[in-house]
């Protein structure tokens, strides 16, 4: 919305960490417009529901084209949009539950595709739209409303699972950082195939990780979120695997890989090389 | 005896072969100027198992596959055992004697097929021997078949001539059996070759033809039976500059990026059956609300969930109707013939840019898979609709009002929110009641768009009329012909346009006092959707997996008309 809009009466609570994310997807695209020239209308943000999901009608200033489709599916629409047209920009924003839950079969085809989009995806561990159930990445044994005897499922890697999905650039970032996190997202948007930044956006009212996250000196808590050092090597698979045996969270490129060609220009290449006939042409091999 | 109209059956164990052998009889047939048609039933397997096929050949446009069998090839024991029962008294039976004998069966003929295929030097001519038999039964000239085996395998490579050479021999060695036989079913009234332009297809194709002559752009699909000839065709034809097609992970995906590709400006399509239709229930819903256009194929198979998937049904056409959850009800056009189904890709195409959201083009087995010769449509002359784009500036709302508004396409001025979710004229969401009022009858006042009197009428005038839909046109034509050539009271109405109906046709229907629906499911679904429309609809019901039979509908329909009759002088 360039303009607060009265009707639309959906609110993040105070302190959630998609305010920030919001903030940085802005600078990410206000930065690509500087740089490419290229008008807002030249971006499709592509939303799954949830909270996270209403980010696309929160941003503030000149507007990009948005889609706030249907639960789960934002990776296969975003796949049409930018199949059908390889030149505008393709932006996912959606939820751990949206994207890792009941989204997550989409996430395997579009990294073998390599898919040229680039996913910001808010974990906040918890489903918050609907008040506060368990998601992927809820960790094991906690309690939730929809686990009153503590999750019994394991607590999910999101990292790992892209890169062993071979998605193409993964990166970590914390919605507290605005302007490093922005940095993340243009990186993401200039990569060259399928790109994942794999934010950790605290819901302040179901799972506020902030001091798990950042932690706390005074109460002698260990932050959880740690950079990555300069010395790391994004285009080595293995260091990037290591890297994820670590513990924590990683902020930073983990994986990047630009190698490898995209959909659409295998696409391209395809229709180089086909030589199609024309529908005159089709019709007429079944003349007799 | 000269013949006007015959019926050739195949039985065998699985396999191709005899859907080749009934496409080569049909295609030998029309080349030199008969008209035909296919008809093949499977099981659902790739080896094995019985499959049969048929063949119509006729002087005349061919409707069905017929109902009576003339002549039955059958190459098993089994094949024999399923279908004697349709065989006319006249008929003749040819049988593989390799495989199986028949002792007390007077008019058969039993022909050693390996062995002769075997003795041209090409093992794979069983189909030949069988063509040549067929053909020397029937009296077909064999200087026309010399002329279509020539075209037919001359593919512009090395071996071309020994494989014509075998092939040739194989059709005479067949003809020479039945010489020895002395049998004959009579001589063929000679055809009559249409004096236009024609092709010979399979409906399938025929509507892939129809969608790329529209000016599809883009398609993705998943394969599934039997809507996958569709997406194999797309992905080798549909690769023009910007257009392009592919195999995605599932009907869920197939449908979320053709609203994807409809929202960025494209004419998008995919093609699926029942399984993969109730995965796009929700992704048709969102292309409803946020006025996507696009196209959702159905071709019916039968059943509810993998149900039969290589038998004809018309089951579908309550989930094609009202496939989502909500205040939805999609446009729905539904094929009968080859034929239709060329014109109806373009329909729908049309319709989905023309009222911006999705439109569902119903097709079925037994008229996906029909090869049929059809006058060639002339590309020249389609017209494909476009959509109504906006021009303008940025800050427009492209939600407002109650009616049909230009659509932005992403790129250019004019961003705005297309929402799955309740929304106002930008697109942001909204609860408000007054919003959702608008925008659900903005919604259906779209329809409106799409009335168009198209429809066929005969006999209107007859206070009994029969309306099939679908596949089940071909067969009713035929039993309404029938009976109005022997004087039964009926009148005939059939239409494409199956929602929304042709308001003059709804209005003459309400006029009725019986319409008499055949179609194939349990529940009679046309003709509970007319009774909601307010016509006096009943339908005559079969789910046998098989289309109607001619004979059958002739006896319901006299009947029904019957009893009418007598209800209403008793009343
Ligand atoms: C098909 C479907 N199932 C369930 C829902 C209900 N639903 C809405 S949002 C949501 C989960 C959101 O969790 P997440 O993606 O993590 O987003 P968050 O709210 O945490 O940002 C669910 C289950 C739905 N809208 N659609
Ligand atoms: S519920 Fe949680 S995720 Fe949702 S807006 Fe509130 S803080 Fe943010
Ligand atoms: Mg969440």
């Known amino acids: ?288 | 005896m000269q013949l006007r109209d015959f019926v050739i059956r195949f039985g065998a164990e699985g396999g191709g072969g005899i859907v080749t052998a009934s496409e080569i009889l049909a295609q030998s047939a029309t080349q030199v100027g008969y008209h035909a048609l296919t008809f093949s039933t499977f099981p659902s397997q790739i080896m094995g198992g019985p499959v049969w096929t048929q063949t119509r050949i006729s002087v005349n446009p061919v409707l069905s596959a017929g109902d009576d069998v003339d002549v039955l090839v059958a190459f098993n024991q089994e094949a024999y055992d399923n279908h004697r029962g349709d065989v006319r008294e006249e008929g003749v039976i040819i049988y593989d004697s390799g495989e199986f004998q028949l002792e007390d069966e007077s008019r058969s003929l039993g022909l050693p097929l390996d062995d002769l295929a075997k003795s041209t030097g090409n093992a794979r001519a069983a189909n030949m021997v069988v063509i040549g038999a067929l053909a020397q039964l029937f009296g077909m000239p064999q200087d026309d078949l010399d002329e279509f085996v020539t075209k037919r395998f001359t593919r512009g490579r090395a071996g071309d001539q020994e494989i014509i050479a075998a092939n040739l021999k194989a059709m005479y060695l067949g003809r020479e059996q039945v010489t020895g036989s002395g049998f004959s079913i009579g001589e063929l009234a000679p055809p009559s070759m249409p004096d236009y332009e024609q092709v010979m297809l399979a409906g399938n194709q025929a509507m892939s033809l129809g969608a790329l002559a529209a000016g599809l752009d883009f398609y993705a699909g998943y394969p599934i039976s039997p809507a996958t000839t569709m997406l194999v065709y797309m992905e080798r034809n549909l690769v023009g500059p910007g257009k392009f097609a592919y195999q995605v992970s599932s009907e869920i995906e197939s449908i979320t990026a053709i609203v994807g590709a409809g929202f960025a400006g494209k004419k998008a399509m995919t093609a699926t059956a029942g399984p993969g239709f109730s995965l796009m229930s929700e992704g048709l819903g969102l292309a409803w609300m946020a006025e996507i256009p696009l196209v959702v194929v159905d071709v019916q198979r039968g059943g509810p969930a993998t149900g039969l998937p290589t038998k004809t049904e018309q089951s579908d056409l309550m989930a094609c109707m009202f496939p989502a959850h909500g205040d939805v009800r999609l446009p729905v056009i539904a094929v009968g013939s080859v034929e239709e189904c060329f014109y109806g890709a373009i329909k729908a195409i049309s319709w989905a840019e023309r009222y911006q959201g999705p439109v569902i083009l119903m097709s079925e087995i037994s008229v996906a898979d029909r090869v049929q010769n059809i006058l060639k449509p002339d590309i020249s002359k389609v017209e494909a609709e476009q959509r109504i784009v906006h021009q303008g500036s940025n800050g427009y709302h492209r939600y407002s009002g109650f009616e049909l508004s230009p659509m932005p396409i992403p790129g250019n001025p004019g961003a705005y929110m297309a929402n799955g979710s309740e929304h106002d004229e930008m697109g942001d969401t909204t609860h408000l009641p007054e919003r959702h009022i608008q925008m659900t009858e903005r919604r259906f006042s779209k329809i409106k768009l799409l009335e168009e009197d198209e429809y066929e009428r005969d006999q209107a005038d007859q206070p009994v009329v029969m309306m099939p839909w679908g596949g089940t046109k071909g067969p009713a034509l035929e039993a309404y012909n029938t009976m109005k050539e022997q004087g039964i009271p009926i009148g005939w109405f059939y239409t494409m346009l199956l929602n929304p109906l042709p308001p003059k046709l709804l209005e003459e229907l309400k006029k009725k006092e019986l319409v008499i629906v055949p179609e194939l499911n349990y529940q009679g679904q046309f003709s509970s959707i007319l009774r909601s429309q307010g016509v006096r609809a009943q339908s005559i019901t079969q789910y046998t997996g098989l289309p109607f039979k001619v004979r059958d509908l002739i006896s319901k329909i006299t009947e029904m008309t019957q009893s009418h009759i007598k209800e209403v002088v008793r009343a």
Request: hydrophobic share 35%.
């Open chain 1, 1 to 288: 919305m360039s303009k607060k809009n009265p009707e639309y009466d959906f609110k993040w609570c105070p302190g959630c960490g998609d305010f920030g994310v919001r903030r940085s997807l802005e600078f990410a695209m206000i930065d690509r417009l500087e740089e490419t020239g290229l008008p807002m209308e030249n971006n499709v943000v592509v939303a799954g529901i949830g909270c996270s999901g209403n980010l696309v009608h929160l941003l503030e200033g000149s507007q990009p084209y948005g889609f706030h489709g249907i639960h789960g599916r934002s990776l296969p629409i975003a796949m049409g949009v930018k199949m059908a047209r390889p030149d505008l920009n393709v932006i996912i924003v959606a939820g751990d539950g949206d994207f890792l839950s009941i989204g997550a079969e989409h996430i395997g085809p579009q990294a073998s595709r390599n898919l040229n989009v680039c996913a910001v995806i808010m974990d906040n561990g918890v489903y918050g739209l609907t008040k506060g159930q368990s998601s992927p990445t809820t960790k094991l044994d906690v309690i939730t409303p929809s686990t009153p005897y503590g999750k019994i499922e394991a607590q999910l890697n999101p990292l790992e699972l892209y890169l062993t999905l071979g998605v193409s650039f993964i990166a970590s970032g914390f919605s507290s950082q605005p302007r490093p996190l922005a940095k993340l997202i243009s990186q993401g948007m200039n990569h060259p195939g399928f790109s994942i930044i794999h934010i950790q956006s605290p819901c302040t009212t179901y799972n506020d990780t902030f001091e798990e996250l950042k932690g706390n000196v005074k109460k002698g808590i260990e932050p959880t979120l740690w950079d990555i050092p300069d010395t790391h090597d994004p285009s080595d698979r293995a260091a990037a695997y290591g890297l994820l045996q670590e513990g924590g969270v990683p902020v930073g490129v983990i994986y990047n890989d630009e190698s490898r060609p995209t959909l659409d220009q295998r696409a391209e290449s395809i229709r180089q090389k086909a030589n199609p006939k024309s529908v005159q042409e089709l019709m007429d091999s079944f003349q007799f």
